[in-house]
């Protein structure tokens, strides 16, 4: 890896101790035999984990950190025992490809309108205008029709970083785009004839919230360990991306001001790669706090957990649930000058590659507390609201801090047990939370 | 007594002049004129009424934030008899090492003027001038060929001339001894040590809350921040100046810190500040001068590098290039011990009538310059409001850590309480790092002239110049330093030069300021 390895765990020294007696339904394993595909920060997490050993080729195993790939063509016929676990969903694309993202969350709001009514169903207002090419074309041009000067953006569905991704005002634009796609010849039809990519069109958000003139978007980390029930943990550190040139309409070629991909703005004629574009989480709060205040800060952090918990409410029947499985997704999120939060997409596989060794520090901590959450080794009681660096956002339900104080005593308000970009003292929480490591003892 | 009497008056006499013909004077004729008409002002108490009306609506208020405004930069009461030179500094020595570094800054801006073949000032045809006004949002994307201009001075140049700064009345060449000083600064001024830091600061004691530890996620809001935040609401509606300064001793919380600091300095955003603002803009577009390559040199060699201040580069530029062409801030000029540069108009050297004072704001920027404005960028983004505000924090404290004063606040002040803070507090220390040649004022020298801006993690760095808004010094920036050093003694006794002593404390980022004043000033 390119960084240094990180003395970030808590160090033990190695002795024998009684087995965990806390929680005797857990099997706790003393040693996790592992894959991992990757070589960034997840491998030196799992290296550095004590007792946890390193499968190469094949073998069996107790952990899987595998890729996408690997999932599509071996979770079909791999049997699993009881205490393994791998880190994706068998259909995760049902959330993060965004054409079936759109159509799941289309599907929720709907279902909200009809049995709870359109206020809850408003809830879900937080994607932009979407439409499924080609499947959706005419609908597109209908809606294209009623809103001319609108900008739009094109995004193949299962791409990523940034490729394939081109902003659009007038429907000739899309004309040589439609050639190269190859559509069936009765394009019109809309015959079921796959086409050779599958994109969206949807509704490019002209007054993104700017700082220092530019554009940024949020990526934040969701753990989801069950789906059925629901078990979501939000991670309090993230960060925000910034584009490395100023924001303006006037030039919608210029997909480096649009896009805030730090794989798009590393090819940009003037990025610096000693330049952060990145602030961390707590630092865009605070900036946030000191623009607009506590209150519409806190107000903004609320709508933006109402995002996470309403994607992962749309897909919760839909994907395979499996108790070997979890998934670690980074959502992207932008802000537009009202403080308002949009979904732009979910991502299965967020990158784990660190480009500062800031960035490498954050992710080494999200990956640690992720296995902790995990939690291979049997060291959780299963009724903890925060890990490390995660508090539990659902769990089949709202999850709230539970204040009970002068105040909160005798009403309805309670406040829910989410920190995005608040202060993330895990260490201390890790060690009054965890017993040590089995066969370690504390040092 | 009698003479304090005397001082009084002729301080309010000073202030009412000053105040005279500034724009609150005619808003507040324009106020008690039209208040006539309403039904409550009556013409047996006409002046009792008017003066309750303006009371009432807030006018006077305003008019004691800007008499405590005026308080604040107004230098201390001098003899009668005293020249002007006095005021702005009152030891003869010192003021003659200001003017020699002053000749030299300027020589050196004078030999890069004349080897480069670039004008002072010059300007700018019509083209170039539409160019500007288009890129105005963001100058940043620019890039001039910087190459061969050099900043005019660094804080360590400006450090060597201190260390030589030396009292014709004062001997100190005892050497070595228990009872001498160790460190660099070879003069004696009169400086806070820990016990009257203590009196003067209690509201950072241990047994006081404040912002920066009592705020900290353990600690349940009741205790002290919810009702803290409360009052600051409070404050802030009363805009009161004086109030906001001794709140914000404690702490300013994050979601109001903008409006109270600006409280504190009485920096408005007044349709004539806005008025203001826009014309030096206007100069800018019209005229391109020498300095502003040294502005975007410093922008580019430091804010852009930033972590956390690259994204206000644009800003950046905004204020200081207005900056430099603010003849406003020649004003404060009364009270500092430099003088502004004078250039000459080609060819009438030496005629006294022919001088202008270059640039026209009078203020040469080094290297570094820009991370006096970074932090504000934090919390203002309309460029007229961030001007107000870094004008009114560079008139009232920041010009003191580049000149050669007496002040307690200016940097020879700083640097010697820093020194005989830590040569007290830790002698043992103080004295392996001179014998190893690591003299700590090397080290701090370069905080402190910054104000650690730049060094600190930018929430911490807001609620170190909390304090210095509030308790109006900048000594909590030698003490400070002083903590730093005490933080890390232990990892600095192990080493062994100058480079790793500066590789200990070449990381301040992840230092929370307030508990470790506390603990120094305190425990």
């Keep these: ?443 | 007594m009698m003479e304090e009497g005397a001082d009084l008056s002729v301080t309010i006499a000073q202030i009412v002049h000053r105040l005279k013909g500034a724009h609150l004077h005619s808003q507040l004729e324009k106020q008690a004129r039209e208040c006539l008409h309403r039904p409550e002002i009556k013409l047996e108490s006409l002046k009792e009424d008017v003066r309750s009306f303006l009371k009432a609506s807030g006018w006077e208020r305003k008019l004691q934030n800007a008499v405590y405004r005026e308080l604040h930069i107004l230098p201390p009461p001098g003899h009668p008899a005293a020249p002007p030179e006095h005021t702005k500094e009152p030891l003869v020595y010192m003021r003659k090492a200001q003017a020699s570094w002053e000749k030299r800054i300027l020589k050196s801006l004078n030999s890069m003027c004349t080897e480069l073949g670039v004008p002072l000032a010059r300007k700018r045809p019509v083209s170039e001038q539409k160019e500007l006004t288009n890129k105005w949002n963001e100058m940043g994307t620019d890039e001039p060929d910087l190459s061969k201009f050099r900043p005019v001075y660094a804080p360590k140049d400006f450090l060597e001339v201190l260390i030589s700064l030396k009292n014709p009345n004062y001997d100190c060449r005892e050497g070595l001894t228990a009872n001498s000083h160790w460190g660099l600064i070879q003069i004696s001024l009169n400086v806070r040590d820990i016990p009257q830091m203590r009196e003067a600061y209690p509201e950072l004691s241990l047994t006081c809350s404040q912002l920066g530890i009592d705020d900290h996620a353990h600690i349940p809001p009741d205790l002290f921040e919810s009702e803290h935040i409360r009052i600051g609401k409070k404050v802030v509606s009363e805009q009161d100046s004086a109030a906001a300064q001794q709140y914000s001793r404690q702490g300013c919380p994050t979601g109001f810190r903008a409006q109270l600091w600006a409280l504190i300095l009485n920096a408005t955003n007044e349709p004539e500040d806005i008025m203001h603002y826009e014309q030096l803009k206007a100069a800018v577009i019209h005229h391109d001068l020498l300095v502003d390559n040294l502005i975007y040199k410093d922008v580019k060699l430091t804010a852009s590098n930033d972590d956390y201040y690259f994204v206000f580069e644009d800003f950046l530029y905004q204020v200081l290039l207005c900056f430099s062409r603010d003849t406003a801030v020649l004003e404060h000029f009364s009270y500092n011990s430099a003088t502004p540069p004078k250039s000459y108009i080609q060819g009438k050297t030496g005629a006294e009538e022919f001088t202008v004072v270059y640039p026209p704001n009078g203020v040469i920027p080094f290297h570094g310059f820009s991370m006096y404005v970074s932090p504000l960028c934090f919390l203002y983004n309309e460029p007229s409001r961030l001007y107000s505000v870094f004008r009114e924090m560079y008139v009232r404290y920041f010009f003191r850590l580049h000149s050669i004063s007496s002040s307690p606040s200016g940097i020879v002040s700083l640097c010697l309480q820093f020194e005989r803070l830590l040569q007290n507090h830790l002698p043992q220390l103080f004295y392996h790092l001179q014998a190893i040649g690591a003299q700590p004022l090397r080290i701090a020298f370069k905080w402190m002239v910054r104000a650690f801006s730049g060094y600190l993690s930018t929430d911490q760095l807001l609620l170190l110049w909390d304090r210095i808004l509030g308790y109006d010094s900048l000594e909590i920036v030698a003490v400070l330093a002083a903590a730093v050093f005490t933080f890390r003694a232990e990892n600095l006794m192990e080493v062994t030069s100058l480079a790793s002593a500066e590789a200990v404390l070449a990381d301040l980022s992840t230092l929370k300021v307030m508990p470790l004043l506390q603990v120094f000033l305190f425990a």
């Design chain 1, 1 to 443: 890896t390119f960084f240094p390895s990180q003395q970030n765990s808590i160090g033990y020294t190695l002795t024998s101790l009684p087995p965990n007696s806390d929680s005797p339904d857990r099997e706790g394993r003393s040693s996790v035999r592992y894959k991992c595909s990757m070589i960034n920060s997840i491998l030196d997490v799992l290296r550095q984990r004590p007792g946890w050993v390193e499968i190469k080729e094949d073998g069996e195993w107790d952990f899987n950190w595998c890729d996408v790939g690997w999932l599509r063509e071996n979770f079909d016929h791999s049997y699993m025992e009881e205490h393994v676990r791998i880190c994706h969903f068998r259909n995760h694309y049902e959330l993060t490809r965004k054409n079936l993202m759109v159509k799941n969350l289309k599907r929720y709001r709907k279902t909200l309108d009809r049995e709870v009514g359109r206020l809850e169903g408003a809830k879900c207002d937080f994607f932009p205008c979407t439409f499924e090419l080609p499947s959706e074309y005419h609908l597109f041009v209908e809606e294209f029709k009623r809103s001319p000067g609108s900008i739009w953006i094109m995004k193949p569905v299962a791409r990523s970083q940034g490729k394939g991704i081109f902003l659009f005002r007038k429907l000739k634009d899309i004309m040589e785009w439609k050639k190269v796609q190859r559509f069936s010849l009765n394009f019109e039809d809309q015959r079921d004839e796959a086409p050779v990519e599958s994109y969206v069109a949807q509704r490019y958000i002209e007054n993104p919230y700017l700082i220092g003139g530019r554009k940024f978007d949020l990526r934040v980390y969701v753990l989801v360990t069950s789906y059925l029930p629901l078990k979501a943990w939000l991670y309090r550190d993230g960060f925000a991306r910034f584009s490395n040139t100023r924001f303006s309409l006037s030039s919608i070629d210029d997909q480096y001001v649009h896009l805030t991909n730090v794989a798009v703005q590393k090819t940009a004629p003037d990025y610096d790669p000693e330049k952060g574009c990145k602030w961390q989480m707590q630092q865009l709060r605070r900036y946030l706090t000191a623009k607009h205040g506590s209150e519409a800060v806190e107000t903004l952090f609320k709508d933006i957990d109402n995002i996470f918990i309403r994607s992962l409410l749309s897909v919760q029947k839909v994907i395979i649930n499996d108790k070997h499985c979890f998934e670690l997704y980074g959502y992207d999120i932008l802000l537009d000058q009202h403080l308002k939060p949009w979904l732009i997409e979910v991502n299965a596989s967020p990158s784990l590659t660190a480009s500062s060794q800031e960035d490498y520090e954050m992710k080494y901590r999200l990956l640690e507390d992720t296995l902790n959450v995990v939690d291979m080794e049997g060291r959780l009681t299963g009724k903890e609201k925060r890990v490390g660096g995660y508090d539990l956002m659902w769990n089949d339900g709202p999850v709230y801090r539970e204040d009970v104080s002068l105040e909160t005593l005798g009403t309805t308000y309670q406040i829910a047990n989410t920190n995005l970009g608040c202060v993330n003292d895990r260490r201390k929480q890790l060690r009054q939370l965890l017993k040590p490591f089995p066969g370690h003892k504390r040092s």
